[in-house]
T-cell receptor, first 111, second 115 residues
Framework: GEDVEQSLFLSVREGDSSVINCTYTDSSSTYLYWYKQEPGAGLQLLTYIFSNMDMKQDQRLTVLLNKKDKHLSLRIADTQTGDSAIYFCAEIYNQGGKLIFGQGTELSVKP | NAGVMQNPRHLVRRRGQEARLRCSPVKGHSHVYWYRQLPEEGLKFMVYLQKENIIDESGMPKERFSAEFPKEGPSILRIQQVVRGDSAAYFC?????????????FGPGTRLTVT
């Protein structure tokens, strides 16, 4: 099936860690992605993870993948006000070119 | 976004008119994807094209919508006889290869408003 679910809102204080969660349904997904969208802008690819990995770290970003539960998370360490945006997780569908996106999680960072 | 260009950035059309949205992929990319984002929603896949070929159009509405990616020039998403429900942001993405592990770079989008 094609379904990716995310919680809609997350609010954190500047300097805290943010954890954005995502569940997906396509067990054949080989790659999972995190994109960031700022107001009025396009999508910026933040990171992606291959399905045979459990974790990927890239500077302040940590991606965790639980393939058994089809659960993906994005952790942002030391969250800054500039991190305020909508974060989308996406899976590649059936190993083709089509990305299936979640609804997006709006991250609000308060000073 | 690694250089995907879309124009126009904003487009206003009256009901019944035609809308043409253009996308120039990153130089050297031969795979183009169109997605639609309705207000307060995530992105929904519409169509995947390679040069002169439609690979997957499973997300395209059956009527009024068409897409092409000619040998020369940009990819075009065409919406005939627009209706208010077509108001959305339309994003184009491109990649050098297809499938998992190959980043899709997104353009800034075209925001279509139908009055």
């Amino acid at each position: 099936g094609e379904d990716v679910e995310q919680s809609l809102f997350l609010s954190v204080r500047e300097g805290d860690s943010s954890v954005i969660n995502c569940t997906y349904t396509d067990s054949s997904s080989t790659y999972l992605y995190w994109y960031k969208q700022e107001p009025g802008a396009g999508l910026q690819l933040l990171t992606y993870i291959f399905s045979n990995m459990d974790m990927k770290q890239d500077q302040r970003l940590t991606v965790l993948l639980n393939k058994k539960d089809k659960h993906l998370s994005l952790r942002i360490a030391d969250t800054q006000t500039g991190d305020s945006a909508i974060y989308f997780c996406a899976e590649i569908y059936n190993q083709g070119g089509k990305l299936i996106f979640g609804q997006g999680t709006e991250l609000s960072v308060k000073p | 976004n690694a250089g995907v260009m879309q124009n126009p950035r904003h487009l206003v059309r009256r009901r019944g008119q035609e809308a043409r949205l253009r996308c120039s992929p990153v130089k050297g990319h031969s795979h183009v994807y169109w997605y639609r984002q309705l207000p307060e929603e995530g992105l929904k896949f519409m169509v995947y094209l390679q040069k002169e070929n439609i690979i997957d159009e499973s997300g395209m509405p059956k009527e009024r919508f068409s897409a092409e990616f000619p040998k020369e020039g940009p990819s075009i998403l065409r919406i005939q006889q627009v209706v208010r429900g077509d108001s959305a942001a339309y994003f184009c993405a491109s990649s050098g290869l297809s499938g998992g592990g190959y980043e899709q770079y997104f353009g800034p989008g075209t925001r279509l408003t139908v009055t």
